[in-house]
């Protein structure tokens, strides 16, 4: 079985800079993996490098077994849109649109031609988000009612990946061990693959690989590889 997410060689700059350097990394599919680092080591970089909103100076990226730069930069968003639930930090919701529509919008960009009648029941049902919170203004809500609606988003269009960059930021200790269980649990029942990066190591417990940017990124190693 081909993993779901596959490095080889891949080496990305920012103006001449060298940021990313990684030899070789792979996640194999229902796989948590927990990626932490500092801030500098190039987290968010490769992020957008699995979304395909970066693309690598050198190297192949392929995840679901399609090599990302072989593919027009559209054809990539839509990818992106169907095959990868994406969990910002910031949680990118907009304000002004209710917590269904902010929800819906992950089948508007996903071009989902139908959505399932009890699909977005069945979502909301797991995360907690009652049929009155729906109809809620986004930007009315708490943090962490915000953070189940981006969870919700990320899940709806049946993803085969999960990426979370930095979703517990805004939390207490006590509230992030609630959300990474939640979060862990929707995607076990989804069958999704999780790559949950933060820089906050006490989190690593709760995901079945632990995995060091500083000490996977040959760039902030030092060294050559």
């Known amino acids: 079985m081909d993993p779901v997410i596959q490095l080889d060689k891949v080496k990305f700059a920012w103006q001449d800079k060298a940021v ?15 990626l932490y680092g500092p801030s500098g080591s190039g987290k968010s970089t490769l ?35 169907r095959h990868i639930g994406v969990i910002f930090q910031q949680f990118n919701l907009l304000p002004y649109l209710s917590v269904r529509q902010n929800i819906l919008l992950a089948a508007h960009f996903g071009r989902t ?13 797991q995360l907690q988000l009652n049929s009155a919170m729906l109809e809620r203004k986004a930007g009315e809500l708490s943090v962490g009612q915000q953070q189940r609606v981006a969870v919700a988003r990320a899940l709806f269009n049946h993803p085969e990946i999960i ?14 061990d609630q959300f990474v269980d939640l979060l862990l649990q929707c995607c076990d029942r989804n069958q999704a693959s999780v790559v949950f990066v933060s820089h ?20 902030t190693k030092e060294q050559v590889c």
């Not at 909103?53 to 399609?66: A, F």
């Not at 031609?113 to 049902?125: F, G, N």
């Not at 906050?200 to 760039?219: I, P, R, T």
């Open 47 to 81: 992020l957008n490098l699995l979304c395909g909103i970066l693309t690598p100076q050198e190297g192949s990226i392929r995840v679901l077994s399609q090599e990302l730069s072989s593919i027009r930069a559209g054809a990539r968003d839509r990818f992106r849109a």
């Open 200 to 219: 906050d190591k006490s989190l690593a417990g709760h995901f079945d690989q632990q995995q060091s940017l500083s000490e996977l990124n040959c760039v």
């Open 113 to 125: 031609e139908s959505v399932e009648p009890d699909h977005l029941q069945q979502i909301t049902d």
């Open 163 to 176: 990426i979370a960059d930095e979703p517990t930021s805004a939390l207490d200790s006590e509230l992030r």
């Open 20 to 34: 990313l350097n990684i030899e070789h990394w792979q996640v194999e599919k229902g796989q948590k993996v927990f």
